[in-house]
């Protein structure tokens, strides 16, 4: 990845359905519910005006097989909580963003050595030689196509401030 890999992006603020698993598997599990609930809303054929979001919580912490993964979907004012998905407000804000595509990562050199992905690296050090601090919000991974299993290619936010 070179810096011509990376954008900043603006997210607006959004009213989301979140779904949160802890787990051994926390991405897979938490997705199987959030599919199941949003495929029966309708929310799925159309990822741009629903887009979603995922990140760890809470994170993987050393010694500890489970943690926690948190899945977003954007949603309308329709849309209460249930039990299967609880709505909230998010703020929006900056984000440098880049691409991963994940099978290759996670079988990389850079991945075996220090144990995570070499993407959300590069975007932290992109900022810090950009002028910009972490903002305290979960860094954000927007699958292309959630459903995509091994072949999972995702954009990472990075989120960012001056």
Same mark, same amino acid.
């Given at each position: 990845m070179d810096e011509k890999d990376i954008r900043i992006v603006t997210l607006p603020p959004m009213r989301v359905a979140s779904v949160v698993v802890?787990?051994?598997?926390?991405?897979? !599990?938490?997705? =199987? &519910?959030? &599919? =199941?609930?949003? !495929?029966?809303?309708?929310?799925?054929? %159309?990822? !741009?005006?629903?887009?979603? +979001?995922?990140? %760890?919580e809470p994170p993987p912490q050393p010694g500890k097989r489970e943690y926690g993964y948190m899945f977003w979907i954007r949603v309308g004012d329709d849309i209460e909580s249930d039990d299967v998905v609880e709505v909230k407000e998010v703020d929006g804000g900056e984000y440098a963003v880049t691409t991963c595509v994940l099978k290759e990562e996670l079988e990389s050199e850079f991945?075996?050595?220090?144990? +995570?992905l070499?993407?959300?690296? &590069?975007?932290?050090?992109?900022?810090? =030689?950009?002028?910009?601090?972490? &903002?305290?919000?979960?860094?954000?991974?927007?699958?292309?196509d959630p459903d995509a299993g091994p072949d999972m290619v995702l954009d990472f936010y990075y989120p960012i401030a001056k």
């Open positions: 802890i787990s051994e598997t926390p991405e897979m !599990d938490a997705w =199987a &519910r959030m &599919r =199941a609930w949003a !495929d029966e809303k309708g929310l799925l054929g %159309n990822l !741009d005006k629903h887009p979603i +979001f995922g990140f %760890n991945f075996r050595e220090r144990g +995570f070499e993407s959300w690296w &590069r975007l932290e050090e992109w900022a810090k =030689a950009h002028g910009y601090k972490y &903002r305290g919000h979960p860094g954000l991974e927007k699958p292309h």
